[in-house]
């Protein structure tokens, strides 16, 4: 510790410490404009001058404190006046007319009564770029304090803007040149967030009038779980920041968290339920859609012949409701949730390696990691603050290995980049395995105490040798080795993984082999274990998981055939629970394409845009008698159902949500839902009743309440106790939650880690003279899923369309330029893509999103699926590709 004094107080601080530290931790304050806690300071704005050792003034936020320093506040107040003054007279008046809780600069002038007679007008103007749909710059608002340039480069690491021009015509302008929209902005908001002027702002943020009110809320998009502050007058949301406190988050949001809301308000809205009548569509009341809806469960007797999709949008409260209904008021298992289509290989993998599904560490970790291992996952794009924290632990030293097929954008930042043949991943996690092995990076200690199966491992892994793998997936040997080598040397090497690993064939398989790794080097369940980390996709599907959407699981993974388990929910619920598992998500449309299914309940998910193989769905939402859809919007899944029930978003309502990292968060009500909506708690609540039965839970708290007290691994959580913070679950009764897994043994019955031998097995999905190229399809950053809520937002400006990413190689052979336009055809179906040539992608291979219903991505998709979780095969389907004139035209 170093010891200074500050007015005369003296003040013990440590050493790192700069004087801005040693003033606010003696209690005092001095004015900041150019800084900000997150970013390393730049000294630029002198607002924040004090006096050292009464030599003068010096910046507090940059000098570092030294043993017996005396720092005067005081005697600065006129020093910092000036440069205050001095900032201000550059300015426009313009500048101190903002309200002031959109402007630092006011808050600070009224602060130090600096006054806006001294704003003078300038000159010329230097003009405003307003053409990208998030970021507005107002050049002559810009004081050169560089916050937002410090901010795209140290929290979100896409180094987008820099400072041009010289003294007072010093501006932020794009790194690229030219406008904002054509730079490499991803509309993170971190400058606009941290700009104290306005200069940089959301369009349309300095027209509304004063906020109202804050909500503190999570962010229903993505699985990483941000914690978001929402500003709201009235009904319209002012501005979302992302919390500096935020768990997860820390200060940082990404495109669609921090602009993507403008969908509450889209004229698009439904506001009543719709009901089909001869064919078609048409307003009906809550009463009239309920009543047909009860009236027809009513009249089946055979509770196997009813299905529900439960959403993993929607809150844990809604999700355990849903399945409780399924179970208890329609009698089946056949409930479950969209995880099916995403990390079911994830639950399961992890679950027979560790002993639970769920990811094995807390992101926080992550702080002391040197090594990661990103294996098929593109966070940058998906998990955008998850991106920036990979990418800023590897500026920081951290080696990075990316095993994907595509450059993705980490992978231009990796020391490794493996790029293996999509569907081989078995093959290169054995191989990894393998040189582990070879070259004695094992953790033998670990071995012997925490784990089985190492002797099966070696045996198979021994048919893995560096220039086999290079044979099986393309990965060259020595790329291969020296990946093997940054994981096994590592201290505390940290795996994180997407659906490039889960939504194969094998994607089971990809996940045991891959959590191998960690066992083999004691990095799982040890202090100096990163651990195993699945990239969970939507905001709340660990959650829906978690509550039972599962046709063989209840609440907190207690197995339908569980006789005990079933024994104590029945006593709860008063309610013969089934015992056999019931379907799966593709079981449900292959049952009700078989004609043995009556009503299909289909609750936020757009099954006709995202699941597999399209022309198989269509056929089973045909077949089946009664389909009935909750959604926001008409999504294509509602405009082919009987009856839609128009329901309320993440901002309309209370509850809570699973992240990625098992860390349960209060989601609470920032806005009123529209006029005729209701929620999906409500709606299934109201149902039941009207069979006859009262589901209980009479508020979303009182949900989670039941929840807790019939699922171990919950029991300790509760509104009240989250109101206090995030907790990882398991949470004991009155415990903190276990944000680290397995320290003091795994969750298996034997307490150890189960490695597993599992051959890799290539697909059946190989190309072939008829379809020669390998499709893999993912997340583009700009839209979200089915994109029905991002494509009715400013979102849609940043991106218009879906498109076929070729390789130059393979663009050139076929004869196609930018922008071309192919029918592509696969087994499943066909449909057409405008091109675009980028050596992202591996000659042979071709990308899309599937962002655009209207696009049609998955009329290609197979129903191909991993046997042990049905988990679709969507990162591999062979396709031709061929040029067409464009659409429209002939
Ligand atoms: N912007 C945005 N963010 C999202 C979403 C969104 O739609 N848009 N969706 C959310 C959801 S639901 C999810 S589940 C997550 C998904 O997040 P991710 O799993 O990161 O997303 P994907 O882009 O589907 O796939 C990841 C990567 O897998 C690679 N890959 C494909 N095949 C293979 C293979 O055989 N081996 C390896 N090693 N890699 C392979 C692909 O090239 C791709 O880069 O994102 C969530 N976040
Ligand atoms: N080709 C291809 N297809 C894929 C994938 C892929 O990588 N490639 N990824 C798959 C994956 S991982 C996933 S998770 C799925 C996602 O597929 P979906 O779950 O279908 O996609 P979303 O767009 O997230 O949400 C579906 C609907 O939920 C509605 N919604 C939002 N919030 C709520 C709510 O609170 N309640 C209700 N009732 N509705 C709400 C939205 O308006 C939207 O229409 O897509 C899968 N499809
Ligand atoms: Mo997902």
């Known amino acids: 510790m170093t010891r200074v004094s500050v007015d005369q107080i003296p003040v013990d601080v440590p050493a790192s410490a700069t004087l801005l530290d040693a003033i606010r931790a003696a209690g005092k304050s001095v004015p900041t404009l150019c800084h900000d806690e997150r970013l390393t300071p730049s000294a ?140 490499d902005c991803v509309s993170c908001g971190a400058c606009v967030d941290t700009c104290p002027t306005g200069a ?24 990483v779980g941000c914690t978001l502050d929402v500003a709201t007058r009235g ?70 012949r009813f299905a529900v999709i439960s959403s993993a949008r929607a809150t844990n409260e809604e999700n355990y409701l849903i399945q409780k209904f399924a179970r208890v008021v329609l009698g089946t298992n056949n409930v479950d949730n969209c995880a099916r289509l995403c990390h079911a290989p994830s639950a399961a993998g992890l679950a027979a390696t560790f002993g639970l599904g769920g990811g094995t560490n807390s992101f926080e970790d992550l702080d002391d990691c040197d090594a990661i291992l990103l294996a098929g996952a593109n966070p940058t794009d998906a998990h955008p603050v998850v991106g920036s924290r990979l990418l800023q632990r590897t500026l920081d030293g951290a080696r990075l290995i990316v095993v994907d097929p595509r450059r993705t954008s980490l992978a231009r930042h990796a020391d490794v ?45 021994d048919a893995y040798p560096p220039e086999q793998v290079e044979k099986l997936s393309g990965v060259p040997a020595a790329d291969l080795t020296a990946a093997a080598h940054l994981y096994g040397e590592a201290n505390t090497p940290a795996i994180f993984y997407g659906l490039g690993i889960t939504e194969h ?34 905001n709340n599907v660990q959650g829906a998981s978690d509550m039972g959407a599962l046709p063989d699981l209840l609440p ?54 995202t699941d597999p193989n399209t022309a198989a769905v269509r056929g089973a939402l045909d077949a089946c008698p009664l389909v009935i859809c909750n959604d926001l919007f008409l999504s294509s899944t509602a405009a082919a159902a009987d009856v839609v029930l128009p329901v309320a978003s993440w901002l309309e309502k209370d509850g809570t949500f699973v992240n990625f990292d098992r860390r349960f968060q209060r989601v609470r009500q920032v806005l009123v839902p529209p006029d005729g909506v209701r929620t999906d708690f409500a709606v299934f609540a109201e149902v039941a009743r009207r069979l006859g039965r009262d589901l209980g839970c009479e508020t979303s708290a009182a949900a989670l309440d039941e929840c807790a ?28 939650g276990t944000p680290t897994l397995y320290r003091d043994g795994f969750a298996t019955p034997d307490r150890r880690a189960h490695l597993a031998a599992r051959p890799y097995l290539p697909t059946e999905t190989e190309p072939s003279p008829e379809y020669p190229f390998l499709l893999v399809t993912g997340r583009r950053a700009e839209h979200y899923n089915a994109g029905g809520m991002t494509r009715r937002t400013p979102s849609v400006g940043l991106r218009t369309k879906e498109s076929l990413d070729v390789a ?61 979780t049905s988990c679709p095969e969507y990162k591999l389907t062979a396709v031709r590709v061929r040029r067409i004139a464009p659409p429209g035209r002939s």
Request: hydrophobic share 40%.
């Open 417 to 461: 980049h493996l790029a293996p043949r999509p569907g081989t991943n078995v093959a290169v996690f054995n191989g990894l395995a393998h040189l582990l092995i070879r070259d004695d990076l094992i953790d033998p200690d670990f071995l012997r105490t925490r784990a089985t199966g190492y002797e099966a491992l070696r045996e198979l892994a």
């Open 709 to 736: 007290s019939l699922a171990p691994h919950f029991a300790g959580l509760s509104h009240r106790r989250l109101e206090a913070g995030a907790l990882h679950w398991p949470v004991a009764p009155g415990g903190d």
């Open 556 to 609: 907190g993974y207690q197995k339908v055939t569980d006789d005990e388990a079933r024994d104590r929910f029945d006593t709860s619920w008063q309610a013969r629970l089934p015992s056999t598992p019931g379907l799966r998500i593709p079981q449900m449309f292959d049952a009700a394409r078989a004609g043995e299914l009556d009503v299909l309940w289909v609750v936020g998910e757009d099954v006709l845009a």
């Open 235 to 304: 009904q319209d949301v002012v501005t979302v920041r992302p919390a500096m406190d935020g768990s997860v988050n820390r200060g940082h949001a990404c495109a669609k968290g921090r602009f993507a809301h403008g969908f509450v308000h889209s004229p698009d809205r439904l506001r009543t339920p719709l009901v089909r009548r001869n064919g078609r569509l048409a307003e009906s009341t809550w009463d009239e859609a309920l009543d047909l809806v009860a009236d027809h469960l009513r009249r089946i007797p055979d509770p196997d």
């Open 200 to 223: 940089l702002s959301e369009p349309g943020l300095l027209d509304l009038g004063p906020i109202e009110r804050w909500t503190r809320t999570t962010c229903g998009y993505c699985g």
């Open 505 to 538: 064939r094998y994607g089971t398989d990809g996940v045991r082999t891959l959590a191998n790794l960690a066992v083999l080097c004691g990095a799982v369940g040890t202090e100096t274990g990163g651990g195993v980390n699945p990239l969970r996709g939507q």
């Open 44 to 183: 630029s704005c002198r607002v924040c001058l004090v006096d050292a050792d009464g030599n003068g003034p010096v910046a507090s936020c940059s000098t570092p404190v030294r043993e017996g320093l005396r720092i005067g506040v005081q005697v600065g107040d006129q020093w910092r006046r000036d440069a205050l003054q001095a900032i201000v007279a550059g300015l426009p008046s313009r500048a101190l007319e903002l309200p002031a809780d959109r402007s630092e600069l006011v808050r600070l002038c009224q602060e130090l009564a600096v006054s806006a007679d001294s704003a003078e007008v300038l000159a010329e103007s230097r003009g405003t770029d307003l053409s990208h749909p998030y970021v507005k710059l107002d050049r002559d608002l810009c004081i050169a304090c560089d916050r937002c340039v410090r901010a795209c480069a140290e929290i979100q690491g896409t180094f987008a803007i820099t400072l041009t021009g010289r003294g007072p015509d010093t501006v932020v302008a794009p790194g690229t040149g030219g406008l904002w929209a054509g730079s």
């Open 808 to 868: 130059p190689g393979d663009a050139a052979c076929l004869g196609l330029e930018e922008g071309a336009f192919v029918e592509v055809t696969s087994a499943s179906g066909s449909t057409v893509l405008p091109v675009t040539i980028t050596d992202e992608v591996t000659a042979g291979e071709m990308f899309a999103g599937f962002h655009f219903p209207g696009a049609g991505v998955n009329e290609l998709t197979s129903s191909v699926t991993d046997d042990p």
